[in-house]
């Protein structure tokens, strides 16, 4: 959003830190809901539905091809947020056209990252 000069640096740095202090709160939040199963349920065996790569997670990708696949995927994502909510463009599609986006992107990703898209 800096870069398409939608925000300025100083809304920029605001969203930067709430991003990183709403992803603190939600894994704390996710920690708690896990740890209050029952049973059967371990953190350090099963983990917070982190994403990954390498041998032992899902498809097997290593490291380069799932550095790609998440810079490529969140390029077209962001491209895609981008170029549907400017100016002149009918903006009342564009809900459609991030939401298939993104879920076109995670389809094809689950197996290589877990589909993050750096979000």
Known sequence: MLVAGRINGKDAIRYIISQFFGAIVAAAILAVI???????????????????????????????????????????????????TQEGVPRQIAGLAIGITLTAAIILGIQITGGSLNN
């Open 34 to 84: 896990a740890k209050g199963k029952l049973s059967g349920y371990d953190i350090e065996i099963y983990g917070l539905g982190q994403n990954g790569y390498g041998p032992e997670y899902m498809g097997g990708y290593r490291l380069l091809a799932a550095m790609i696949f998440e810079l490529i995927a969140t390029f077209i994502f962001i491209l895609v947020i981008l170029e549907s």
